[in-house]
């Protein structure tokens, strides 16, 4: 029996993607030190808002990270190139719509090692998706 009469849900409009994150995971001062260059690198490169980082692991995180948030139309660009460029770090990369849940756990693409998204209850599955963002970056040199 097709998926449509088995009574799967039906494909949803890229438009429900509001915008992307990226979460930059490292463990030990090395890692720390490459997670910072990536950064330094990705502020002179793309038009972004960079997260604080945390050297503590907050949230569902299972590691120190720190996150990337971009807009949509900058999701073909940005990641080939941490594909290229990510210093041999883990990188998650999600969606955000109205399931942050679905969004970290099922939509999410990781580059690198797979880690564990841990506290999964804190992870809301219906949400007001992000807003327009407001990059905190100022591209210097292209990708």
């Known amino acids: 029996m097709p998926e449509a009469e088995a009574g799967a849900a039906p494909p949803r409009a ?3 993607i509001a ?19 990536l950064r ?48 041999g770090l883990s990188v998650l990369v999600h969606p955000n ?7 970290h756990l099922v939509h999410a693409l990781w580059l690198g090692e797979r880690l564990p998204i841990v506290n999964v209850e804190m992870l809301r599955e219906s949400n007001e998706p992000e807003g327009p963002l407001a990059p905190n970056t100022k591209p210097e040199e292209g990708a």
């Open 14 to 16: 890229i438009e429900a």
């Open 19 to 37: 915008s992307y994150h990226a979460h930059v995971y490292f463990e030990g001062a090395e890692q720390r030190a490459q997670a910072m260059a």
């Open 40 to 87: 330094e690198e990705i502020g002179r490169r793309f038009s972004v808002t960079l997260g604080r980082v945390h050297d503590r692991l907050v949230g569902p995180h299972a590691r120190p990270m720190y996150q990337v948030a971009f807009a949509t139309d900058l999701f073909a660009r940005l990641v080939p190139w941490l594909m290229l460029n990510r210093r």
């Open 97 to 103: 719509t109205a399931n942050e849940r679905a969004d």
